[in-house]
């Protein structure tokens, strides 16, 4: 499946930028609309695997998982071998692994499940769920200053056009949660509801979207421009970034 492709093309980006650190970050795409009748009616390799709280809305959809404890520099060499695709029931209660391999899904599976769920119940066709650590937005998010949605949006849109172009939601802000938990994907949700990419705190990057490629483009354009403020910065100057005129311009041209 060229999506599967797709993916492994990604997890390589995320280590090739040191993003992936041993076993950081994870991936889930829902590949329902992609997949033939027969790879729907696949058996599953797997027991079914209770859920902490039904998914109605995921009843009966796949998805591709990277797996628990795996590299992304390994899911870009092998996805199957460090990934799975699994189906939820058509009760929402629970899912099976049905290919390549009984390989367990991230633990975060229950959190981004839930972020796919709160998507889907509100009409949007973002199939991606991706998490991963850039060094330069997280070391951002030690930084009290920066810890405010319209202070960083403001700040990383005026570094470079593109910025504003390709994050037009701009970015939001999850105070510090401890990873994997339920509370950190509920806080996300809350922040989903106005942006595509959230920063939490102290700890990494998450954007959704309908495409894996332009999850990870959101990604690498925020990243560059924090590299550009950063540049700055050590030349001895305070950045002076785009103008407001600028930026609303932007919104014009380009229909934002």
Request: proline share 5%.
């Amino acid at each position: 499946m060229a999506e599967i492709g797709r993916i492994a093309e990604v997890a390589g980006y995320l280590w090739t930028k040191g993003w992936a650190e041993r076993n950081g970050g994870n991936i889930s795409v829902n590949l329902t609309a992609l997949m033939s009748g027969d790879e729907k009616a696949l058996p599953a390799l797997s027991p079914a695997i209770p859920l902490q709280e039904a998914m109605t809305a995921l009843a009966g959809n796949f998805f591709y998982v990277t797996g628990t404890g795996k590299r992304m520099r390994y899911v870009a060499q092998d996805p199957f071998a460090n990934g799975s695709i699994i189906r939820i029931a058509g009760d929402g209660l629970s899912y099976e692994i049905i290919a390549e391999q009984p390989v367990s899904p991230t633990s975060e599976l229950p959190s981004h499940l839930m972020m796919h769920h709160y998507l889907r119940m509100s009409g949007r066709d973002n199939r991606v769920v991706l998490h991963t650590h850039p060094t330069d937005l997280i070391g951002m998010t030690h930084c009290k200053p920066f810890m405010q949605s319209e202070t960083i949006t403001r700040l990383l849109w005026s570094m470079i056009p593109e910025c504003r172009i390709i994050v037009p939601k701009g970015i939001g802000i999850v105070p510090y949660e401890i990873p994997g938990t339920i509370e950190l994907a509920r806080a996300t949700i809350k922040q989903l509801d106005r942006h595509d990419v959230v920063f939490w705190e102290k700890h990494g990057i998450l954007a959704v979207g309908s495409d894996i490629i332009e999850c990870f483009d959101a990604i690498d354009t925020l990243s560059k421009s924090a590299q550009i403020y950063f540049s700055a910065r050590m030349a001895g100057y305070e950045p002076e970034g785009m103008t407001d005129k600028q930026l609303d311009d932007l919104v014009e041209a380009f229909g934002l």
